[in-house]
């Protein structure tokens, strides 16, 4: 329906967003400059910010442009877990074989991130996801899993991607050892008035649609509603083009943007 009225060859502000057509924003830019650092630092990295804003997008799209007979990614979304299905976890991702005792799967973790390393000559790169609920016993796990030679090297990239407040979790002296480890740290910014803008002609593009099809003083709306967050953006911008859509409204108005906002 929206398609057809809007004249579009696809539905816009999708997830399904291909990494190479992500809008270049200078949030996603900066986290690329800080991504490549620990690239060739490797060690852990923390990577925070409010859900919605594009972290896990604009991660998934680094990678995905990294030379794959130089590394190796292993994504790990699920983090509500016990220190033994942890490392099941790990160890399943690393090919390892099933053990039931959790030191044999330390080990098992351990051999294989030395085993890319020293023989495959890839770089690991662990991705954590939602590293906010991680338990307190998986947590302190991390510096030990880390430890190579006596803490004298670093064969791996392991990035924590969490909301706000897993940053000041690790602020906590509960924490200290694993806050210590971290080498860099970058919180996601939202978007601003003018990139939310941006942001919403660059997604009609994609899709051919035109931009003229919201108002200026409907994507003012729309960043004054989602505060410039992309996840809202997206559901705030899809469900107004189905009201538009319903209502055979070739412009999209402020009005539209608060009447759809009122239903999400």
């Known amino acids: 329906m929206i398609e057809t009225f809007y004249r579009l060859s696809n539905m816009p502000f999708g997830k399904d967003i291909r990494p190479d057509d992500l809008l270049e ?11 490549e650092y620990m690239r060739r630092r490797r060690g852990l990295m923390l990577l925070t910010g409010e859900p ?45 074989q099933p053990s039931i005792r959790k030191s044999t799967l330390f080990k098992n973790v351990q051999r294989a991130i030395r085993d890319w390393t020293e023989n495959a000559k890839k770089t690991p790169i662990l991705i954590l996801d939602e590293a906010q609920a991680l338990p307190h016993k998986t947590l302190v796990e991390l510096p030990i899993l880390l430890n190579f030679k006596m803490d004298s090297v670093d ?11 897993f940053a000041a979790q690790l602020n906590s002296p509960l924490f200290r050892n694993i806050n210590q480890r971290v080498l860099l740290r970058y919180e996601m910014p939202t978007l601003d008035e003018e990139q939310t803008r941006a942001y919403v002609a660059h997604h009609l593009a994609l899709v051919g649609g035109k931009p003229e099809i919201f108002s200026d003083a409907a994507l003012l709306a729309v960043y004054k509603t989602t505060a410039g967050v992309c996840r809202q953006i997206n559901n705030l911008c899809s469900a107004a083009l189905t009201l538009g859509a319903l209502e055979q409204k070739e412009t999209l108005t402020e009005e539209e943007i608060y009447r759809a906002s009122a239903e999400l």
């Open 52 to 96: 919605g804003t594009g972290k896990t997008a604009a991660v998934r799209a680094f990678v995905q442009r990294l030379n794959p007979t130089a590394h190796k990614i292993f994504y790990v979304p699920l983090s509500t877990v016990t220190p033994l299905d942890f490392y099941h976890l790990l160890n399943l991702e690393f090919g390892g």
């Open 155 to 165: 064969p791996a990239l392991m990035l924590l991607i969490g909301h706000p407040r």
């Open 25 to 35: 924003t200078p949030g996603r830019a900066e986290l690329d400059h800080r991504l």
